[in-house]
């Protein structure tokens, strides 16, 4: 039997951003390609470029699965908003990308899972905001993009929703790493799960039980913690069910 085939957008490098190498490159953090492998899945690495809607749904048309992964902030000017200091490493062209994407992964009903950044890009993708910078104000998030930056916090999950289903826990310790949560929510997503300051830690997609998305990083502690690998095996699952 075939492993689902599952796109994951990879973060764009400068040259020289990669040791001894002198061009431009795209990179995924192996860890969420370990837990998908884990899971039963194989991925697809894709580019971010240009792409129209009428391509992302092309594109997507080829595989069984989107996954979303963490990385650099999304341009506030999509939201609606100036950037504030402490954005960073904004690189367009990969937010129109996954928006794009995400926006044709909800009209072919295919299995999307949405991680950290992922997660913020569903909710600007259906109309909704960010808030820009919560360190200071909620701290115990950790910080994004800095060696040993993660921190542990708990997360509770609401009983009756389907992410409580899939990790089998109502409460759980889960990595973070960020500086960004959702702002407003966009219309037709429902939070199904918060950190003990309140803040969204995951949104259900009204009509659309196929996807996940969460803000800690699941991956991270998947090797040891069998509810947060259950998140990637449901996934890979649902993303085998789907396929064609």
């Given at each position: 039997?075939?492993?689902?085939?599952?796109?994951?957008?990879?973060?764009?490098?400068p040259?020289?951003?990669?040791?001894?190498?002198?061009?431009?490159?795209?990179?995924?953090?192996?860890?969420?390609?370990?837990?998908?492998?884990?899971?039963?899945?194989?991925?697809?690495?894709?580019?971010?470029?240009e792409?129209?809607?009428?391509?992302?749904?092309?594109?997507?048309?080829?595989?069984?699965?989107?996954?979303?992964?963490?990385?650099p902030?999304?341009?506030?000017?999509?939201?609606g908003?100036?950037?504030?200091?402490?954005?960073?490493?904004?690189?367009?062209?990969?937010?129109?990308?996954?928006?794009?994407?995400?926006?044709?992964?909800?009209?072919?009903?295919?299995?999307?899972?949405?991680?950290?950044r992922?997660?913020?890009?569903l909710?600007?993708?259906?109309?909704?905001?960010?808030?820009?910078?919560?360190?200071?104000?909620?701290?115990?998030?950790?910080?994004?993009?800095?060696?040993?930056?993660?921190?542990?916090?708990?997360?509770i999950?609401?009983?009756?929703?389907?992410?409580?289903?899939?990790?089998?826990?109502?409460?759980s310790?889960?990595?973070?790493?960020?500086?960004?949560?959702?702002?407003?929510?966009?219309?037709?997503?429902?939070?199904?799960?918060?950190?003990?300051?309140?803040?969204?830690?995951?949104v259900?997609?009204?009509?659309?039980p196929?996807?996940?998305?969460?803000?800690?990083?699941?991956?991270?502690?998947?090797?040891?913690?069998?509810?947060?690998q259950?998140?990637?095996?449901?996934?890979?699952?649902?993303s085998?069910?789907?396929?064609?």
């Amino acid at each position: 039997m075939l492993k689902p085939l599952i796109a994951t957008s990879a973060y764009l490098l400068p040259a020289g951003r990669v040791g001894k190498w002198i061009d431009p490159a795209v990179a995924i953090p192996t860890v969420y390609l370990d837990a998908l492998g884990r899971a039963g899945g194989q991925e697809a690495i894709l580019r971010p470029t240009e792409i129209t809607p009428v391509e992302a749904a092309d594109l997507l048309g080829h595989f069984d699965g989107l996954l979303l992964i963490g990385g650099p902030d999304v341009d506030p000017s999509i939201y609606g908003q100036g950037a504030v200091e402490t954005v960073y490493g904004v690189v367009r062209v990969r937010d129109d990308f996954e928006i794009a994407l995400v926006r044709a992964a909800l009209d072919l009903s295919l299995p999307l899972l949405a991680i950290c950044r992922g997660h913020q890009v569903l909710n600007v993708a259906l109309g909704g905001d960010l808030d820009q910078h919560i360190s200071d104000r909620f701290p115990g998030h950790g910080r994004p993009g800095v060696e040993n930056g993660a921190e542990l916090h708990e997360i509770i999950v609401e009983p009756a929703s389907r992410l409580a289903e899939i990790m089998g826990v109502r409460r759980s310790v889960c990595s973070h790493h960020h500086h960004q949560v959702i702002g407003r929510l966009a219309e037709g997503l429902r939070v199904v799960a918060r950190a003990p300051d309140g803040l969204i830690e995951a949104v259900d997609v009204d009509d659309h039980p196929e996807v996940t998305s969460v803000q800690w990083h699941p991956e991270d502690t998947a090797p040891d913690d069998p509810a947060q690998q259950r998140i990637f095996d449901a996934f890979v699952t649902l993303s085998r069910e789907s396929s064609p």
